[in-house]
């Protein structure tokens, strides 16, 4: 009697399949922890690269209904010598060729010092900071810009926190909720900022 053993596996041969098997096994589980390490490796610079940003403080904007007149970057400061002032930037944008006034503002409630009530004629712009900031500006030598300072008093004013904003202008109200920051000028190192930039404010009311 013939026995034909040509269909099954030898020994040998089942050796070097179990072997090649564990091999593939092995080279998936390789790359799948490489990838796993790499997304982690990545992940962990996002994490990183995120905590050394420093989140930038934009102001609020505002105009009136009839869009005659607009306020940018409002922003409550508190300086470095807890003293407090107002940042902003004013612009006349009334197409009656008509000017306009800044009589008086107030940040909750409060009456802000103002070193000057500026007129605005049409397109012509007012940047107001605290005086330390606005006596190292660089006045543009063509365009329409004033320079003002304003001062507050700091009655606890928490930084993070948020004040309502009214400017009186002789022809209405704009109100914004601004908030409160920090000195936003770094020590020794003033921005040339003359307030020569424009674009569209937003969200706000005139009353």
């Keep these: 009697m013939t026995t034909d053993f040509t269909h099954q596996p030898q020994t040998e041969d089942i050796k070097v399949m179990t072997l090649k098997s564990a091999a593939r096994r092995g080279v998936a589980l390789g790359l799948a922890g490489c990838a796993a390490l790499a997304l982690s490796a990545c992940g962990a ?4 690269q995120t905590a050394n940003q420093v989140a930038a403080v934009d102001g609020a904007s505002a105009h009136s209904d009839d869009n005659t007149i607009a306020v940018r970057d409002v ?11 107002l940042k902003f ?14 009589e008086s503002v107030t940040v909750g409630g409060e009456q802000v010092t103002l070193s000057e009530k ?3 004629e049409r397109e012509c712009t007012v940047v107001a900071d605290s005086k330390k900031y606005i006596d190292n500006l660089t006045k543009p030598e063509t365009g329409c810009i004033t320079h003002i300072s304003t001062s507050l008093e700091n009655n606890g004013l928490a930084l993070g926190g948020t004040k309502d904003v009214v400017f009186n202008f002789d022809n209405g109200e704009v109100t914004v909720s601004a908030t409160i920051a920090g000195n936003l000028h770094k020590s020794g190192q003033v921005e040339r900022t003359t307030g020569s930039e424009s674009g569209d404010a937003h969200s706000g009311h005139s009353h």
């Design 45 to 48: 610079g996002q994490i990183s």
């Design 118 to 120: 500026p007129k605005l």
């Design 89 to 102: 930037t004013a612009v006349n944008q009334d197409t009656s060729e008509s000017t306009h006034t800044l």
């Design 75 to 85: 922003t409550v400061v508190v300086n470095d010598d807890s003293t407090a002032s």
